[in-house]
């Protein structure tokens, strides 16, 4: 089929407080693939494609959503905020830190997807409980650490935002 | 998006309901005792609130959908029109007598639930129609949702049951997921429950008549063996959940 039946249209996407012209891609792409393959900001991950393991993971209008899911000319006017929009500068964030610290990264995969998602979850509610954690949690997956060192993680920013 | 992302399915037009205002809103119409929800509200605004205080069952199913994720995007529209028999939403809409609002090139009209949902992934939606929203009542007398699967989060329902049970008009409702090609009412269960127990507020249940009850629910059911569990298991689940929430109704 030719780019015209494919239904090519022209938008513009809001990344990290940036406008974005989104050109030449067919209208059925995923905002992971136009963020990854036409705007090169590959730190979301496309893993499952089905929405199971949150490795796509980036706030859309203050909800954390699924990139995977969200149809990208569907996400036009909309403030979308991925893993490469969190620090200044090319700084890494307290929370980057943490996992850092506690060991919560080992093959890394799932990292920014987890980044994202606890990212949303303090700015939501910056003294969750443990079950609140883990609720907010639940839909990203790591296949390494067993989820004790991320959860040690978030605890870490939590205790050090308080102290701070 | 599972589809074009996993199916190759390749959508030539796109249309964007993201700013068609009305499909985001939901309205408690306290004169007729009812609550109508946009087909565009996501799960994440029924979990707590206002709509939990109301439809509570609604509130438990949305609980139960995928993960914050999913259920900061998933709808009662998406779950209508992909009519899956295991929509988590759909025992809810079936044993609440939903009336489903659809538009579309011909104007508007009001389906029943019992006349929405035709079969797996097969539903009453016309040539260009779509779901406009969805209005149940607000029922005197407890509700609730339950679903098994194989773990607590990010899992699509083996079996699941939604039990309404109205004190003001004696009616018992009780709606199955999973466990046919479409959602379940079990009207003969319902009829069996009315003739032996009068429902109004104070009635007793003894266990022996949660029990048979339970029996009586899981005979209507059609399971079938697939991937996910097997005929006899989520006939089973059904036999228990009804049980269960039989007796949770009158806790």
Known sequence: MSAQELGNEIYTLRVNGQSHPVQDAWIGESLLYVLRERLGLPGAKGACEQGECGSCTVVMDSQAVCSCLVMAAAAVDTEILTVEGLGENGSLTDIQQAFLAAGGVQCGFCTPGFIVAVHHLLDSNPEPSEDQIRESLSGNICRCTGYGRILEAVKIVISKRDAS | ?251
């Open chain 2, 1 to 251: 998006m599972v589809e074009v992302n996993l199916h190759g399915r390749q959508p030539q037009t796109v249309i964007s309901l993201r700013h068609v205002e009305e499909l985001h809103e939901w309205s408690y119409r306290q004169t007729q005792q009812t609550v109508t929800i946009g087909s565009a509200v996501p799960y994440s605004v029924m979990e707590t609130g206002k709509i939990a205080e109301l439809v509570p069952a609604l509130a438990q199913a949305a609980r139960t959908v995928g993960s914050p994720q999913i259920r900061a995007a998933g709808t009662l529209g998406g779950n209508l029109g992909t009519c899956s028999p295991a929509g988590d939403s759909l025992p809810v809409l079936s044993a609440l007598n939903a009336v489903i609002h659809l538009i579309g090139p011909q104007g508007t009209r009001d389906v029943a639930w019992g006349e929405f949902m035709l079969g797996v992934k097969k539903n009453a939606l016309g040539s260009g129609e779509f779901v406009h929203s969805i209005t149940v009542p607000v029922i005197q007398g407890w509700q609730g949702y339950a679903k098994v699967g194989t773990r607590n989060a990010m899992v699509i329902a083996t079996a699941s049951a939604c039990l309404v049970r109205d004190t003001e008009e004696g009616l018992i409702s009780i709606a199955l997921g999973s466990v046919g090609p479409t959602i379940i009412r079990c009207s003969q269960a319902e009829k069996w429950l009315r003739k032996t127990n009068s429902l109004r507020a104070g009635a007793q249940i003894n266990a022996d008549l949660a029990v048979e009850f339970g029996r009586r629910v899981s005979d209507e059911a059609t399971p079938i063996d697939d991937h996910r569990s097997t005929a006899a298991y989520r006939r089973h689940c059904v036999a228990i959940l009804a049980q269960r929430l039989l007796v949770r109704s009158l806790a």
